[in-house]
């Protein structure tokens, strides 16, 4: 979504430092001049400086001046507490999840439930991947009806020109996350 922005609007992407270590191309910042890339570290409630790095996002985004701010919904006790200095902003609020999923989504803990319902209820905008996840979730958050869109997910992954459509026997295709 990054990449496909800053084709064309400046570009201030704030990331979990661990997962932009783990999942970002190196070559973004440098190959992409309209997108600008800022991690910070994720310290949960037990950590006192998860109220820092809720001040650096909310300076961050201050400084960047966006015309949006665009959330992925994952609930982090530092962005919960940025969201009040964020509200002078119109949020869009994609929602990967509109049902958690069996395993560690199911057990989740009850204050990631109450932010996900806040920011689901102070979100400007909704997206989600799929015309029936938006016809399931209008009818669970009749709320949302009127400002959710379906827009589809895309490629996921560095290389989206692979041509190789033959499969072999025994080979395997996987879409999901596998926990422990």
């Known amino acids: 979504l990054a990449r496909a922005l800053a084709e064309q609007h400046d570009v201030l992407l704030l990331l979990d430092r661990a997962n932009a270590a783990r999942e970002l191309s190196t070559d973004i910042p440098h190959s992409m001049p309209r997108l600008r890339v800022e991690t910070c570290p994720n310290y949960g409630l037990k950590n006192p400086q998860f109220l820092r790095n809720a001040w650096q996002i909310a300076r961050a985004v201050?400084?960047?001046?966006?015309?949006?701010?665009?959330?992925?919904?994952?609930?982090?006790?530092?962005?919960?507490?940025a969201l009040p200095w964020l509200r002078s902003y119109p949020w869009v609020l994609t929602i990967h999840d509109h049902t958690p999923h069996s395993g560690r989504d199911a057990h989740d803990r009850r204050r990631f439930q109450i932010y996900r319902d806040i920011m689901r209820r102070k979100a400007d905008v909704v997206i989600v991947h799929g015309?029936?996840?938006?016809?399931?979730?209008?009818?669970?958050?009749?709320?949302?009806t009127s400002h959710a869109f379906a827009i589809p997910h895309g490629v996921l992954g560095g290389d989206t020109n692979s041509t190789s459509t033959t499969w072999e026997p025994g080979n395997l295709l996987f879409f999901g996350r596998i926990e422990q």
Do not use: K, T
């Open 62 to 81: 201050r400084r960047f001046a966006p015309d949006l701010v665009h959330f992925q919904e994952l609930p982090r006790d530092y962005l919960f507490a």
């Open 131 to 144: 015309e029936r996840i938006l016809h399931e979730l209008r009818s669970l958050m009749p709320w949302i």
